[in-house]
């Protein structure tokens, strides 16, 4: 077939009049925050959300390991937008966002408790409970943001999924917040962080192999 | 006016269904992409065997992504970054036993002009289509015949044709992506 019978056959394929994609990001939130709303009720229901999680001084705390995970949801959805496309720039920096968010909590809480202790508070007591879990929650979260991104045309399809997964990690981190009872700055750094590079990973790979045009 | 906003007019016109406008975008990208796939080439020290296929699938993941152009920025680097991308793509697939080296820069001066008429690739990949995909892809472009004649013939709708179609050019772009000459 010569390029010519290409452009033929191209230009017979006409749907009349294509609607413009720039909706498609707004109806892409809704897919993600519908999935995010699933698994939020689904592990509530299985888990529990922790005990006295509306009062004083859990409330805080909870709400500065919200704030480190949701972090890593804006910038990763920032950072999938930026990168669905085929020509364009990205806000590099904004990978280390969760991370410097972490850094204050981190400050915080050594201001507040000093440095003792500080290994038992970084070990924690269900580590392995956590790194399961994360990854599972944000599964389908992480499958909504790669059908968002499917019908794009990323220029790297593997860093678009990495990007898909840092965001899906941080939803995942987020739904497990309200029920992990583990407070410390040093588990999160540590545990989470762990947690999150496994989904981030997996973007990766699925992205390379979904995502690819 | 210069031409990046002749392409994205052009684009704009292709999306509300102008048929013409289309075909005049294609051809002149088939030629910017022609003579950019070249220069590449033969910057890189490969020879032009691969170019006419760079520039269909190129082509190719131009139309099936057009909807994600965002019309409010040029479309000349859109293009270009589609290309490019298609580019890249082919010579990591290609892998290195195509690569052709040249230790004399007068190789580049006598490589042949690429062929607009070349078949490469795609004959292979069009093999690998179902049998009636590529029936429908034969009758309306080499055939040059009409939605609505192939649709007669079968006893489908013009619809099913068209619906038929769009399905074959995705499973075209996707054989090239499996692709490993």
Redo the contacts between chains.
Sequence with gaps: MKTDDLITLLARDNPGVIVDDRTAPMRSLATVAAASLAVLVVFLTLAGPRAGLATGAIFAVVGLKLAVTLAAVAAGIVLARQLSRPVGSSATLLWLLPAAVLSGFGLWETAMLGTSGWQARMTGTNALYCLTMIPLISLLPLAGLLVALKARAPASPALAGAAAGLAAAGIGASVYALHCTEDSALFLAMWYSLAAGIVVALGALAGRRLLAW | MDSKDRWGGLMRAA???D?AA??LL??EL?RAFRTAVRTRLARMGRGNADI?DI??ES???I?????????TRPFA??A???M??KLT?RLRRGGATRFEPIDDSLDTLILPEPD????GD??RI?ARLDPAQRRL?TA???E?RS?ADVAAETGASEGAV?VA??RA?KRL?ALY?EDRP
Excluded: C, F, I, N
Excluded at chain 2, 63 to 71: C, E, F, G, Q, S
């Design positions: 999306r509300l269904g048929e289309y075909r294609l051809d088939a006419e520039v269909q082509l190719l993941a139309h099936l992504k057009r909807a994600t152009w965002d019309d680097p859109w270009q970054a589609v490019s991308h793509d607009p008429d070349a078949a795609v004959e069009l892809v309306l472009s080499l040059g939605a068209r179609l769009h050019l772009a992506r």
